[in-house]
Structures are given as structure tokens and as C-alpha cells.
């Protein structure tokens, strides 16, 4: 055994061996001129080369080759070992093996340096499981490298996506905005003539003035689909969803729809199921995508022909469906996977003759998902088609008949018919409004139309001018447009509200931008109310009213 880097003689004896073989360990001990005088251990080491006495170290072992000046230092005792770690030869079958190669003095019996004790000890497995590990350690390297590139790469992806969102909301406020103004203009125009202002109109007159209406609130239609599609996209989309009823939702729709079927002399059913009474749903939005889907049954059926909206639950299943049909020009199987893709249109002889943007079914079938829900086609081309929205209906919302049977249907969903003649509201009190905005052309509809309710209006084109003027003189209401051209309209809502005297000045915050999120900025600056252009003006001297009492 070896003890303080010597080999004692009296020991090389079967204890050596049996360490040796069991570690896979073959020693020599040689002379002094390299030749080998005694062999033991595991010989398996040697991959079928036996070693004799006689046989020259250097042959055995010709890696030895070159350290001969230290070997013989060694056997001078002037250096006390040489370690050839993780030497590879091939083994008996080719394979390749790792030994350590260990050179210690050899002392005899008298205590003197006599030769060498050479070890070979077979390190594969060890050394196999190191170069894994250091495999492993290089490959871990290199994924981090990878992963860094990557997360570089992914860090300029980002901020090409947070540019191209930033670019796309700056694209929405203006698109919103340069068509809402001139929209606010047409439509408000039209309210003042219906108000008889130029004096009294007949019925052709007025028809012209609805069908001008009309084409106005279809372009505030598709601008707002458009706007909402895009937060949707955008995953800033709510709903406010509450306790609703289902019955009454539908029977409002189909009211929305019925004067544009009776023009095209279109039979209009509706069938009801007197079990289903309350969904939990945004009402509004419900309503939006059932108008949505019963407009365009009523403008792709020709005259004389028939649509309808059917109600049923399905308890069981806990689904409520509501099916839209008509016997119109039907839908060609092909065609119907593009019918949910945005600004996607079926191309035929009868669609080229109708207006669409082709987002109104995407804005459905977004709709039914955000709901839980879904939306599926039925669809024979000459034969009608049937859209179904299906909608989470749970055993607690089943059981809420008798609360929703008094409900006043009516009152809870006002429908807002094609208009009129129409005279101006008189509910002004000769109350002082101030309004803030940029746009010559909207600000002296509104500022005419308030002026011929009762009340005296002050116009600024900036909000500097606006905050100078109530300074000279208090309004008793002030109305600011968000986006003018010398500063935010919120930083002079703010103002007026840190100043002490106008901290309670009722405000109306009115704008055409309509984007995310202005509401709750609105609010939050201190607006009171919030309104989006174009404004309908009796309901702005309604909001007016209602804001200064007395």
C-alpha cells in the first residue's frame, strides 16, 4: 500500500491487489533502467497488451515518452511524483479508455529509492461523466448566450410593437377625429332644419333630411365599429355586464329594425321563448350585435320577403340561443369562413349594391366570445341564412322569472326611431355656456342651436382665450372639446378645477376622438360629463339642464 508517496516493499502483497483490482488499478514497479520487475493489479487496464517482467516501461506506456530527465529525478528523490491525468488509448473493442498515469519512487527494504512504482488506474467512466459535465456546462453556455441574443431580439421586436401600437392609437384619435368634426357638422345641420329654424318643411323635405341623418349615423356606425374591433384587438375592450332581460332585448332590436322592413315590405317574426327571462350580459352590446345581425337580414332579403329573430333556452345544456333568420340571398358555403374576417365582403350581384364596411359580423362574433359565448351559420345560397348567437344562460339566472316580470320594458330600453320634424327644445334659462373649441364650423351649430333654446353662449378657439374669459366673466357652464390646437382640453379642465372660484363649475367634456380609456381620464380631470361627436343637440341642452338647476 502506499504510504507517504512510498511504496513499502513487505506490502506489495494481496491486500494491494485486491484494492487495486477492485478499483481497477494495475501498478509496475520498474528498475532503475525503466525495465519492469514486477506486475500487479487489474491488467484489464491494458486493453490486452499483458506486460512481462522485462518488458521496457516506455513500450507499456510510450506517453512516458519525454518526462524521461523526470522520472529520473524522481529515483534521484528530487522531485516527489508525475501525474498524467485522463490519457485515452482504445480499448479492446475499439472503444476509447481514459487512464491516469501515476509515476512514485519505489523504496526497498533499506530505505532507498530503488526504482519506480508506475500506476495505471482506468478512469473512464469518471472521466466520460466529467466531459459530460463539462459538455453540459458548455451547452448550458451557449443556451444562455442564445437566450440572451434572444431576449435582445425580443426586447427590439417589443418596442417595434409598443411604436407600431403608439402609431396605431395616434392613427385611430385621427381618423376619429378628422370624421367625427365634419360628421357633428352634417348631423347637427340636419337637426337645426328639422328644428323648422329656415322655417316650415314638407314631406319631401323631411324625407331628405332623415335619409341625410341616416347616412350619417351609418358612417358613426362603421367608425365606431371600427374603434371598437380595434380595442378588442387590443384587449382594452369591457363589458358592463348585468343582470338583463332577454326578451325585452330582442323585442327592442327587432323595433330598431321595423321601419326599415316596412319600406322594403318585409314580413318581420318574432318568436319569443317564455321561459327565458334574465341574462347576465351588457345589454348594450347584446342589443348592438342583435341590430347588427337583423340590419343586415332586412338588407340582403329582397321586398316581400321574410325575417325574424327566435329566443330559446336550452336548460339543460344551460344556453340560451338566439337565431336571427331571413329567406334572403343565403350564403355560399365557401364564402362563409370570410363573413367573421375583418373587411372581408362576399362578392355577388346583390352585394354590390349594398353599403357595408365588413365589420359588422366580426364585431358580433367578438362580442358572443367576450360573453362566453358563440356565434354559428346556418346558410343555403336562394334560401336565407340563419345566424346563431349562443350564450352562457346559468340554473341561477333560469330561476329569476318573477323578479323580472314587472319590469318595464319600455322605459328600461328606449328606442331612438328615425326622426322627424321636430321642434327646439325650450328649457333654456338664459344660463351662460361657454364653449371651447377649435372647429368653426361645429361650435356655431351648437353655439346657434343653444342660443335658440334660451341660452347665451360665449365661443373660444384656445384654452388660454377660454380661461381669460372666465376670468372677465363666470358662465354658469363650460363646454370643452379635448383636442385643440393650443393645448389638451383635460389641462384646462384641470385648471378650472384648481382654481377656488371655478372648482364647481359644471363641465361637459365634449369631443370627436371617442378613444380608450378618454372617458375615465375625462372623469377623473373633473369633467361631469362625458360626450362623444357628433352630439345629439337636444340631448346636449338635456345634459345642460340637468347640470344647472334653478
Known sequence: ???????????LGSLTDQLSIEHRCAYLIVDRSFHVRLVGGYRGVFAGQSPQIGDSLFDLLPELIGSEDVLCDIMDGKVSRLHLPHVNRNGTHREVRYLHLLTLPYFNIHGQIDGLVQTITDATDQSIIEQTHIQQRNELRLLKEHLSRQNIELARVNAELRRAHRLKDEFLAGISHEVRTPLSAILGLAELLRAKIVGPLNDEQIDMLNRIDESGRHLLEVINDF?????????RFELEPRLTMARQICAASVRMINELAL???QTVRVNLDPKVEALYADERRLRQALINLLSNAVKFTPPGGAIGLDLEGDPEHEVVRMTVWDTGIGIAPEDIPRLFQPFSQIHNEYQHHQAGSGLGLVMVAR?????????????????GSRFTITLPWTREYQRWEETLATTNVDAAFPVRLVPGAETLPQIGNNRHVLLVDDDAIGSN???DYLQRCGHQTTHAISGEEALALVRQEMPDLAIIDLRLKDTDGLEIVRRLRQNVATASLPIIVLTALAMPGDRERSLAAGANVYLSKPVHLRELVEQIAALVKG
Open 445 to 447: 351649430i351648437i353655439c
Open 1 to 11: 500500500m502506499i504510504m507517504n508517496d512510498r511504496l513499502l516493499e513487505p506490502n
Open 367 to 383: 362580442l358572443a366570445e367576450l360573453h362566453g359565448g358563440s356565434v354559428s351559420l346556418e346558410s343555403e345560397p336562394g334560401k
Open 227 to 235: 374603434l371598437d374591433l380595434a380595442k378588442i384587438e387590443a384587449g
Open 263 to 265: 319600406r322594403k315590405r
